[in-house]
């Protein structure tokens, strides 16, 4: 916030979903977890919930890992399949590999990220199938060890439940396993209708970072393991890391609270409408042009640059300069009510 | 918590002060930073403010990065200065070689925790002038890149402010940074009255890890850096590690509340003061033999064991394996009242 | 060599420059250093002598640390450039990225590799002058620390004097230090006329791995760093990578003798002429389609696959199957002779 | 070598067994792998050759990788067997530990070296067992991983074979591989009469740095692991850590002629004998306190400091700065001649 912008009303933020707060009802848990003494470093009972919860959203045994960032249950993730010698299988545009400042080849002891083809940061089948085989037994060069997807992608853009199966069936055949980067995976099963399992492990993924905090948490991942024979390795490596939280029970609140009542899908649901709601009021504005179909809660279009111009001296927040001249990025979440949306059209119609 | 302890009434815990939960003004923090869209990434003002609170605080310009584990303040801050081939120098004793599963060696890239000498987990200052000289230049061994105290010891004990400064004498002398474990430094002052300042840079410290999490926070610590010049590095590094919060205001926000009206000193003054008084009413009971002073918030003591069988049955809460054979650690917080010491010491007096 | 093989008649190699042996003056070099007793690591008289003689070949003073692999020389120059969150801007096709199975990314703890668009094999100017922009200042993303060219590149080409120029220009500009993996400069030398000097930290290169052994030696690779401030620390990586030998007369002796009376050009020099003897004798066999122009000792040319098939039938060696249908790499290196050329002229014309 | 020393006479070293050259008859196999191409990266026949030549000396399949220097022999043996989460079970006065700057650590991406204590550099049985169990499934502390031992140790002692089948015991019953740093295990052998499968596999050595360098070769070691299905990680490894010499064929023909007609041996005992010489010598020269029993090529003694100071003015080479005042270590080689000894005893006695 820069001074000038200070003095401005305040105006919603559609820049990242992680400029919104918190769920009231996480915020009530964290105050209901406050409650004497309780035991650290994940041996307090709602630990032992969120974990139960878990399993009965899954539909089978899984592990829990609880950590305060997306970048750290990535990079957990995949140091866990991917050993220093290995490449991890992504799209050029996944988080991963542009915004996580390298802690993928941090945490793994120096792998490499390869970059699989596809259209909306998307892998291809086809083309993982090519990269499963690349330098495969060849000592000098990286060996593929893990593949990740990203769900919704970095562009807004969903993996169907078939694509989802069609990319776990690729790695079943290379006998590589798959990580799903979910840091917006509620929006992703909002918007996409399956359930979580059909979306995970179902389809082939075995390792899935479950966002949370981007859909009205503090700061809580669920690393959410399918072959919990694994989480030993993982644990070590999440204390290494930093990641284990001594008051763990605070970590676990927010998720409790997250899977309550299905809080997570009616939040994601609320930032998918309010996305569609941003898609077809900008659709109908002269000069405005949408990219592609808005899946989740993030939108792009090529905007007029003195409608850009107005629109952020007004005070309204979203990044513009990365994707080519004019085109903005809009994204929505939980807390963005229909009024914000509103004003941010109303606005931009006026600059049309 | 096993399922036969379960059904007991519950007992305070005196296993670590990480069992405690929040102070009520922090947990009042968190809910007023909930307040509408605010810039991540630690763009937000509070975070500004916080930064500004510990500069006052401190008596100086410093830089602060905030993160959620104690680990990880460490852990980063030690990376800073030992490149991979450097030796941390440090006590055995200290918490960075015996409780952070290998952090230290994860984030420096491998470096070498090397001991230093010293009695009650202190280092002592002629020992580390010897040490700060071994191998030095000499390419077949790690060289000397770093000392490292805790303030608090891992035993409870404390650097005087003579102490401190004769480390940081030495450490100046041989061209090594200093940095100091805090994450309880609050007990430190609350006890040794000296200032912040004057037990940090003014005697030699370089970088210290100010930890709130144990005395009243939920996970927040701040890296405090001296010489604000270097925080980019540490900018880079934190992010790679995975501990930049996207909604860093939370971090922010306890740290805020945990600064104002001296809430750090109050939460240690009262874990202090139930130390203290726990080493007087156990002095005083047969067969009980307390080690040494009690100088902050955590006290080592022999007691007989049926009493240390009789206290874990009725459900109090303690480490007793660690130390040699009747030994038990008692650790008080800012949540230890005075009724939970004393239902110790009566129950122990009815043991004895 | 499979078991078919073996009984074949030996045939020249042209799979690569490694596999001819070693040049008559460094074997008689390493027997006249096995005269008594000589310091180790580095302390003899034959690596001073060797520091000596690359200070007079580059017309500077330069620091000098003598390695046995290419591998270590390129990994190690890297690392001691790029922090662990840099990028390491280099082609796509560049052998750190494709043959070291991570070498790169090993040493320095993580680094990122990012490519740089160019056409055969090389960095084009302005695409690096855009990608040393790339997240500069971002926390989110690798930060720009090094760049990294190959001189000859990967398949053969050169980098002109003007275009090595061009690419030091933009570090310069952008702060960059730059690299030469020069596991084949001696070819490139032999090639292009100009000096060692003016090829290397005269347009701008900071440090280059001189090559020696796939140009006659046994194996040592010098790195020559032309800012000798910097050894300190290179010679800790080099150390902690195993590569510190003991008995470092032995590299030393080699590199002596691949010095002395211009033994590296002259060996480059029949390399390059055995390639461009190969050249002109495959342009004009019917069916035979050389690529490009043919710059130093290594060519590419599409083979009717009945004569790739007769051709490693009767015991010729070099490999086919990675660039395409019918692509062949043919590799020339000091010990080629003539006749070794002409046997394969002479084999393909009869398969044609 | 300074300047003063350089117009003295050559006097013998007895600075290290690295100071010495190479057997003649590792210098002829050289000239003969000089022979025509060779395929490169270990698949030429004398690789082959070594790799069963090391079979029938260990009386067992064994997968053999070869490195230039003790230092990667050893750090990538530990890092085949050490997460970075692991403990490395070592002696305090350990080459590994006090020589190799850190390179366990870099290999292994932070594991952790822990001392166990044992007389003379050795590690005793019992104090192992303890160590084993130090943290296991404690997610705070690094996990016993590995355990390695030095035949013969930094102090010249050895491991005789009830000793070593004592540690192997240890290791089996905690279920931890056992390493064993043998770049003196020729000196071991020859000095124990034990066969090297008695003092390695069948007494519980899973893996062996099998050196030659410091007993006559030039710079090979070969990492000998008992179990070969593990090999393939090692050979990535080996890549990554730039170890993969592409011109194979010349470490392995030093090892080929190392193991002919049992050169190893010989050279052992020579180094052996003339430590037995100057051992018997210093003994009966007044003043002179040699240190315990001299096993194999290295003798420790406390002499007189004008003695010390004379033989170094008459251009003796050995060091004396390390173990206490007046302490000084003599080491041997297969190169040392029985004048050699007699010039120094000649000389201290003149001294005395």
């Not at 590999?97 to 998307?122: Q, Y």
């Not at 199938?129 to 000592?139: E, F, M, S």
């Not at 005070?315 to 994707?323: A, E, H, L, N, V």
């Not at 809009?330 to 600059?351: K, M, N």
Request: aromatic fraction near 6%; hydrophobic fraction near 45%; charge should be negative.
């Amino acid at each position: 916030m820069t001074d000038e912008t200070r003095s401005l009303p305040r105006q919603p933020g559609f820049g990242s979903d992680n400029v919104a707060g918190l769920s009231p009802a996480i915020l009530q848990a964290l105050a209901a977890a406050n409650e004497g003494p309780m035991p650290s470093y994940g041996a307090d009972p709602i630990s032992r919930r969120v974990e139960e919860k878990l399993c009965a959203l899954f539909e089978r045994e899984v592990a829990v890992l609880l950590v305060s960032t997306g970048t750290a249950a990535n990079a957990l993730s995949l140091a866990l399949f991917s050993p220093p010698w290995g490449a991890v299988l992504c799209h050029a545009g996944s988080h991963i590999e542009n915004d996580e400042c390298g802690a993928p080849e941090f945490f793994t002891s120096g792998a490499k990220l390869v970059h699989v083809a596809g259209t909306d940061a998307r892998i291809d089948p086809e083309a993982l199938r090519a990269a499963t085989r690349l330098n495969k037994g060849d000592v000098h060069g990286v060996q593929p060890a893990v593949v990740s997807i990203t769900q919704a992608s970095e562009l807004g853009t969903l993996y169907s439940l078939e694509h989802t199966r069609a990319i776990g069936a690729v790695c079943r055949e290379a006998g590589l396993p798959l990580h799903m980067d979910g840091s917006r995976f509620a929006n992703a099963v909002a918007a996409l209708g399956a359930s979580p399992a059909e979306l995970t492990w179902k389809a082939g993924v075995d390792i899935l970072s479950f966002g949370a905090t981007k859909n009205g948490a503090m700061g809580v991942e669920a690393i959410v393991l399918f072959d919990p024979a694994r989480a030993g390795e993982l644990a070590f490596r999440r204390k290494r890391g930093g990641h284990l939280s001594s008051k763990m029970r605070f970590l676990a609140a927010q998720m409790d609270a997250y899977l309550d009542d299905d809080l997570w899908l009616a939040n994601a649901r609320q930032a998918n409408a309010m996305a569609a709601r941003l898609d077809a009021g900008l659709r109908v504005i002269p000069g405005v042009d949408v990219n592609g179909t808005v899946e989740a809660n993030m939108l792009f279009a090529r905007l007029p640059q003195p409608m850009i111009d107005g629109l952020l001296a007004q005070g309204f927040r979203f990044y513009t300069d990365r994707w080519g001249a004019g085109v903005v990025r809009l994204v929505t979440s939980f807390a963005t009510r229909e009024d914000d949306v509103d004003a941010l059209l109303a606005a931009a119609r006026v600059l049309a």
